[in-house]
């Protein structure tokens, strides 16, 4: 009779518990992939309770299972913080209340994943909350359940201009196109691109230039992956013939300029899609690429080659100002050998291929050997063209080179150094 | 107050100009005491922008109206085997854009905001034979995967004895910034410090290992307000890499990194989830995940063949890389090689990426295809073709169809060159095709893009004079439904030195027509003229000077709407040494 009676009180007390606590549960459909979100935007879940009766503390136990009932995760109440309850007051809880992460015991694959991502699998879940009692968890509100799809976004990869590249400057001053993937998978409104450029300026690296410049192009663009800019700049070499240093020789392919780009994207709310990258602001992994001379390669021409130092003796040291007596005996070809004298004369052009170091080495191969080129690339002058071994350049402060190298000398193999003058030129060359 | 630490430093760079003279005399034999080189300057650039009518701010600055910049970068050898390089770039305007720092207006950043922005830098790197001192702001690459493109001030070394590699470095990446309404708007930052350590052992063309260490921490009590989506985080990071060169050309070379992340530190410690102690501590908001590269390859001087691999866990984030994008699986086979007597050179590379590896039901695949094929058939006569392949495909998930998209570019680049005792010429004609597709998710309808461009180009090189003109024209039409865009560039360039060339004299002159489907077209002219003047053997001075006129059609309203937009940038460099 004492069990009946039990049950008998359960059965009408319940409902009137129930009764006395009325809650409402809103998710949104498509929360952010990465739970750590959903703590710090309200709009993800809500949770509302109203409590009629007399004031009490209730835990919050929350439920996440996938559609057919595969157990995802449910909070552990022996760890939870009880709610205070008040009468006649309405509580609102969001997410970072209704399923903290420290609470919240996630169970196998989503575990897993959980851990090395901070996201659980795409896919359908139901979560489901409800109020019980703190000592003997007995529920003391109805469960709510709803169901939501998670989605984990991935920012755009940019596609063209790809990282380093080179683009060509004449026809960079017309249009440079610009394309890269959607957010995937596509949201179900429009998202908005922000195509961003900056210009790298001298003795900036890329990210250091996205970080402090001002952009050149800031052009928002929705429902297409593709943007066609007119720079409107004026593309001109940077560098010049008579630099300062080595490093400014590497440099010499023409480049008109540099520049970084990337893509920031927003949702419908204009909210940085904040879920793909580390600093939640819809900032995609940047590329450089460069404006320069894939059309035409400001190289130079020959106006003279001579030897200012030979090492005659062999003593490892160069004698100075050798120009003069050996002028008329530095006669070689590329090998170092001996040139007859008439050779020189059936060299029809007068231009020269200076080797060149690159600026990008996945365009250009490190320590291509360009004087492959020069073979027909003779001298105009009457002077020598020796150009065998070359070993490395430097600037001279009169505009030319010089370079270090081996040449046959009365017909002795000796060191040399060799200074070329030039005269900058476009030419084309083999890339 | 001055130590008496910097009294011999100060008494030693006032004593330089005179040590630099010194050291011209010197003989070639022997080695100079003292030895300067590099360069110190100073630009000022003035951005000019006039829109009509008035009221109408269709065209926004695209610069700063007035910018300083000053470089100081000198190196000081003394001896054989100290040097003490500088590296000192800095402007007077903070212009941020991307980051906390687009908050800062001029005047208002602090001074360890000025030294630590981004735009400027304050590094010094004395060196003593094989150790290396780092001090001020450092961009340091470890590794691929573990810190490289992120520039922290603070203070380190480098060392290699023989063959071993120890380096350490420690500083701020970013300062506290307080959440700002604006304009312009900023969420803040909390002041960001990093760490970063390398061991290792290597030989140069043989081989090398390293271990890496690298951590970010933000500092909780680094800001007074701060948006409430921006959280302190803190990353741990470390990686193996190594490399192996091997006989006739090979070489293979390898790196495995863990990351492990806090992104919310805010957050309660977690037992649950594995710490490394005492580098971090886990929370309830810490993800560890993995990323891995490799690749295998031969070079040689005419022929270069490699592979590639890349993954990125999902949840792999490194202090070091902070744009880097996870939940990516690359492989790539790369090629080139020379061929009939190097008049030939073909490069080419194939490769697919997948994203989202981590969601089986929204893996997207990217494939990527690349080749560039130029032939020198004779002394007047080359040509370049080139195609690039590129397609991006993704399941739909909640629509309908999933993404599809598809580009296919195709160039064509015949040249020809002629000469005679006193010209050469060359003319150079290229032609590109693009076609890009899209699919439509909702609907499945495709969109086509279609691209041609024609480029002639004139390049008369007088060898017998100083002036160096070229010429080109170009259309470029791009197509799609209820779209048309058509372009067309006239320009010319000339260049010719000046005062027994000393001075060098640059100007181009360009014409763009461009109109959009059935609009009024606009129309553009841009003018650069510049001058770089070699004032005497060390000191020059170089000025560049661009106008840009644009007048819309009626595409825009208000109808006829005109900006003119003006650049003028002059500087002075000294360099040092001989």
Redesign the interface.
Same mark, same amino acid.
């Given at each position: 009779m004492k069990k009946y009676l039990i049950i008998l009180t359960l059965l009408i007390a319940g409902p009137m518990a129930f009764a006395q606590v009325n809650v409402n549960l809103v998710v949104s459909n498509n929360p952010p992939g990465t739970l750590i979100e959903w703590g710090t935007k309200k709009e993800v879940l809500t949770y509302v309770v109203v409590n009629q009766g007399q004031p009490r503390q209730a835990l919050i136990k929350t439920t996440i299972t996938l559609t057919d009932g595969t157990p995802v995760a449910a909070t552990n109440l022996s760890a939870a913080r009880p709610i205070t309850l008040e009468r006649g007051v309405t509580t609102i809880l969001y997410a970072i209340d209704v399923m903290p992460l420290q609470t919240m015991v996630f169970v196998g694959k989503f575990k897993n994943t959980l851990e090395k991502t901070g996201k659980l699998p795409a896919g359908t879940y139901q979560i489901c909350v409800q109020l019980v009692n703190p000592v003997d968890l007995l529920p003391v509100s109805e469960q709510r359940c709803r169901i939501f799809s998670l989605a984990a976004f991935q920012l755009p990869i940019l596609v063209l201009p790809a990282d380093e590249d080179v683009l060509d400057m004449i026809m960079a001053k017309t249009a440079i196109t610009f394309r890269w993937t959607p957010v995937t998978p596509r949201p179900g409104l429009p998202v908005k691109y922000r195509v961003l450029v900056f210009e790298i300026l001298e003795n900036q690296n890329p990210l250091q230039a996205m970080r402090s410049n001002k952009p050149l192009l800031s052009k928002d663009v929705i429902g297409t992956t593709q943007y066609i800019w007119q720079p409107q700049l004026a593309f001109m070499p940077l560098q010049v013939l008579d630099g300062n240093d080595e490093s400014q020789f590497q440099n010499l392919p023409a480049i008109a300029g540099r520049f970084v780009w990337t893509v920031q994207s927003f949702d419908n709310n204009d909210v940085p899609f904040g879920d793909g990258n580390i600093n939640g602001d819809g900032i995609s992994e940047p590329y450089s690429f460069v404006v320069g001379d894939k059309q035409f390669t400001l190289t130079h021409r020959l106006l003279e080659s001579s030897v200012v130092d030979a090492d005659l003796d062999g003593d490892g040291n160069f004698e100075t100002n050798m120009s003069k007596e050996l002028a008329h005996q530095l006669i070689v070809d590329n090998k170092g050998e001996p040139e007859e004298p008439q050779m020189k004369a059936g060299v029809s052009t007068s231009r020269s291929n200076i080797p060149r170091a690159s600026h990008d080495k996945n365009k250009f191969q490190e320590g291509q050997d360009t004087t492959n080129n020069q073979q027909k690339a003779g001298v105009s002058t009457s002077r020598s063209n020796i150009r065998t071994h070359i070993n490395g350049f430097n600037l001279n402060s009169d505009g030319g080179y010089t370079g270090t190298g081996d040449a046959v000398i009365n017909g002795r193999v000796v060191a040399v150094k060799i200074r070329y003058r030039v005269k900058p030129l476009a030419i084309k060359v083999m890339k | 107050m001055i130590s008496r630490a910097t009294i011999p430093l100060l008494t030693l760079i006032l004593l330089l100009p005179g040590w630099g003279r010194a050291q011209d005399t010197m003989t070639?034999?022997k080695p100079a005491p003292f030895s300067i080189?590099? *360069?110190a300057g100073v630009t000022y650039e003035h951005y000019g922008l006039n829109r009509e009518p008035d009221g109408w701010y269709g065209f926004?600055?695209?610069?700063?109206w007035n910018q300083v910049?000053f470089?100081f970068?000198p190196t000081m050898q003394f001896g054989k085997d100290f040097s003490l390089p500088f590296?000192f770039?800095f402007a007077l305007k903070p212009?941020? !854009? =991307? &980051?906390p !720092?687009s908050g800062i207006q001029s005047g208002k950043q602090s001074f360890g905001q000025f030294v630590t922005?981004? /735009?400027n830098?304050f590094g010094i790197n004395p060196k003593y034979k094989w150790a290396e001192l780092q001090l001020g702001t450092q961009?340091l690459n470890y590794s691929d995967l573990s810190t490289g493109?992120?520039?922290v001030f603070g203070v380190g070394f480098d060392l290699h004895p023989k063959e071993y590699v120890f380096k350490f470095f420690t500083g701020l990446s970013q300062q506290g910034i307080n959440f700002f309404t604006g304009p312009p708007a900023t969420t803040g930052a909390y002041k960001r410090k990093n760490w970063m350590f390398q061991v290792g052992k290597e030989r140069e063309g043989s081989y090398e290992v390293k271990f890496n260490l690298v951590k970010g921490k933000d500092d909780l009590g680094s800001v007074d307000t701060i948006f409430? +989506?921006?959280?302190p985080?803190e990353g741990f990071t470390m990686s193996v890499v190594s490399k192996v060169f091997l006989g006739g050309g090979w070489y293979v070379q390898g790196e495995g990194a863990q990351s492990i !992340?806090t992104?919310?530190m805010t957050?309660?410690f977690?037992t649950s *989830?594995a710490s490394f102690k005492p580098f971090i501590e886990s929370r309830?908001?810490t993800?560890?995940?993995y990323a891995a590269e490799g690749g295998v390859g031969r070079?040689s001087?005419d022929y270069?063949i490699g592979v590639k691999v890349k993954y990125i866990?999902? &949840?792999f984030?490194t202090p070091g890389y902070?744009? /880097?994008?996870p939940?990516r699986l690359d492989y790539t086979l790369n090629t080139?090689f020379n061929a009939w007597k190097?008049?030939m050179?073909v490069?080419a590379s194939i490769g697919q990426?997948v994203?989202?590896v981590?969601?089986?039901?929204?893996k =997207?695949k990217?494939f990527i295809g690349n080749i560039?094929w130029?032939t020198?058939f004779n002394?007047h006569w080359?040509l370049?073709l080139s195609f690039n392949n590129?397609g991006?495909q =993704?399941?739909? &998930?909640?629509?309908p169809y999933g993404?599809k998209?598809v580009?296919n570019d195709l160039g064509i680049?015949p040249?020809f060159?002629w @000469?005679n005792d006193k010209v /050469?010429h060359?003319i150079?004609v290229?032609y590109?095709y @693009?076609k !890009?597709d899209?699919r439509d998710?909702l609907t499945g309808l495709v +969109?086509s893009?279609n691209?041609h461009?024609a480029?002639l180009?004139y *390049?008369p090189?007088f060898?017998t004079k100083?002036v160096?003109p070229?010429f080109?024209v /170009?259309y470029?039409n791009?197509s799609m439904s209820l779209f048309k865009?058509t372009?067309i560039?006239i320009?010319s360039?000339l260049?010719m030195p000046a005062m027994k060339?000393k001075m060098?004299l640059?100007g181009?002159l360009?014409y763009?027509y @461009?109109k959009t489907n059935s609009f009024k077209n606009n129309n553009?002219i841009?003018?650069?003229c510049?001058v770089?003047w070699?004032v005497t053997?060390k000191f020059s001075w170089s000025t560049?000077v661009?106008s840009?006129r644009?007048k819309y059609g009626n595409e825009i309203t208000p109808n006829n709407a005109n900006y003119l937009?003006s650049i003028i940038r002059t500087g002075f460099?000294y360099?040092f040494g001989?």
């Open positions: - | 070639k034999k080189s590099g *360069v926004t600055a695209r610069k700063p910049r470089n970068s590296n770039n212009v941020n !854009y =991307a &980051g !720092y922005n981004p /735009m830098s961009y493109d992120i520039g409430p +989506t921006i959280k985080q !992340y992104k919310d957050l309660p977690d *989830v309830t908001s993800v560890r995940d070079r001087k270069d866990g999902a &949840g984030q902070p744009f /880097m994008l939940d080139r190097n008049k050179n490069v990426r994203n989202n981590s969601n089986t039901t929204l =997207a990217q560039n130029f020198q002394d080359n370049n590129f991006f =993704a399941p739909g &998930g909640i629509n993404i998209n580009s680049n040249s060159t @000469s /050469m060359l150079s290229s590109n @693009s !890009y899209e998710v +969109t893009n691209t461009t480029l180009t *390049v090189t060898l100083d160096s070229d080109s /170009m470029f791009n865009l372009l560039t320009s360039g260049s060339n060098n640059r181009q360009q763009n @461009s553009n841009i003018a650069s510049n770089d070699k053997k560049f661009s840009n644009f937009e460099q360099r001989k």
